[in-house]
Structure formats: structure tokens, C-alpha cells
């Protein structure tokens, strides 16, 4: 995690099958990758089933433009990375059975909380009430020696057809 922190790459496809490998292990069933929600265009990024019911799950890892020692500098334009959460809680809408959004926000310099305003804006676009405390916890990641930073990891439910 912290190669992609300190350059502010985006680590998507890794935790897609990070994630799928664990589920394997842990109770889950089905797991799929990359598999087409029920008679559409549209994939989700992991499809699985836990107790007998089925999941559609959207990954997204928006990298923001806040200023962090230890990590590079770069303009990136965060509007773009949350119309993606969006757009993907939007096709969640569209399969049926159960879906999943979760995002991995970073960085998030130690302690800042201005990240809480990204969560209002995917809240009024989708008009599901993503909360800090209800949906996402901080995690900290080691930068290197004396630097670090936060990820905020956030799950939301979306209801389909």
C-alpha cells in the first residue's frame, strides 16, 4: 500500500483480486472477477454469494489532491474519481440481488477529516447516506521512516432491481 500512497497510483485490479483470494478462504462462495451482472452489459468487479444470497461488488480506489509529506505531488481531479463511485453505485441499481460500493480513499493526511465532505457529495448524488462513522474506518499506512499517512476505507450498500 504505501508504493501506491506515496506515488498516488491507483490500486484497483491488486485489491480486486486481494480481495477475491480472501473471500475464497472465508466463507464466501461464488467468487467471480469481472463477472456480468444478470442479463446486461454491465460487470461487477467481484460477484459472490454468502449464505446462500447473492452480492454484486463495485471497487474503487480515487486517489485526492490533498498535500502529504511523503507523498508525491500531483493534480488530480478528485471530481472525476467520485463521479466514478457514483456511476458504479448507479449500475449497482440495475442488477438484481444485493450490491456492495467500496471505495479506498487516499491519501488523507493523519487526523484531517476534510475527507468527510467527499462523503456528503457521493451521499446527495446517489441519495444513500454514506457516513463516516456508519460506513468507513481510517487506516494508517507507513510511508517510510518518521512518515504516514491515512486511507479511509468506505462500503456502502446498494439496493438492486
Given at each position: 500500500?504505501?508504493?501506491?500512497?506515496?506515488?498516488?497510483?491507483?490500486?484497483?485490479?491488486?485489491?480486486?483480486?486481494?480481495?477475491?483470494?480472501?473471500?475464497?478462504?472465508?466463507?464466501?462462495?461464488?467468487?467471480?472477477?469481472?463477472?456480468?451482472?444478470?442479463?446486461?452489459?454491465?460487470?461487477?468487479?467481484?460477484c459472490f454469494a454468502f449464505q446462500k444470497r447473492p452480492y454484486l461488488l463495485e471497487l474503487k480506489t480515487p486517489n485526492t489532491n490533498f498535500r502529504t509529506p511523503g507523498v508525491e505531488v500531483k493534480g488530480r481531479p478528485l471530481t472525476k474519481n467520485l463521479a466514478s463511485i457514483t456511476a458504479d453505485a448507479e449500475k449497482?441499481?440495475?442488477?438484481?440481488?444485493?450490491?456492495?460500493?467500496?471505495?479506498?480513499?487516499?491519501?488523507?493526511?493523519?487526523?484531517?477529516?476534510?475527507?468527510?465532505?467527499?462523503?456528503?457529495?457521493?451521499?446527495?448524488?446517489?441519495?444513500?447516506?454514506?457516513?463516516?462513522?456508519?460506513?468507513?474506518?481510517?487506516?494508517?499506512?507507513?510511508?517510510?521512516?518518521?512518515?504516514?499517512?491515512?486511507?479511509?476505507?468506505?462500503?456502502?450498500?446498494?439496493?438492486?432491481?
Open positions: 500500500m504505501a508504493v501506491a500512497m506515496r506515488q498516488r497510483a491507483k490500486f484497483e485490479g491488486w485489491l480486486k483480486f486481494e480481495l477475491a483470494a480472501r473471500m475464497g478462504t472465508s466463507g464466501v462462495n461464488d467468487v467471480a472477477v469481472e463477472s456480468g451482472y444478470d442479463g446486461s452489459l454491465s460487470r461487477a468487479d467481484i449497482l441499481r440495475t442488477g438484481s440481488g444485493d450490491g456492495l460500493m467500496a471505495f479506498v480513499l487516499f491519501p488523507i493526511p493523519t487526523g484531517d477529516s476534510r475527507w468527510h465532505e467527499y462523503l456528503q457529495r457521493i451521499s446527495k448524488e446517489t441519495g444513500i447516506n454514506v457516513s463516516p462513522d456508519g460506513h468507513c474506518c481510517r487506516v494508517a499506512v507507513s510511508l517510510g521512516p518518521g512518515e504516514s499517512c491515512d486511507a479511509v476505507v468506505c462500503c456502502f450498500p446498494v439496493a438492486g432491481r
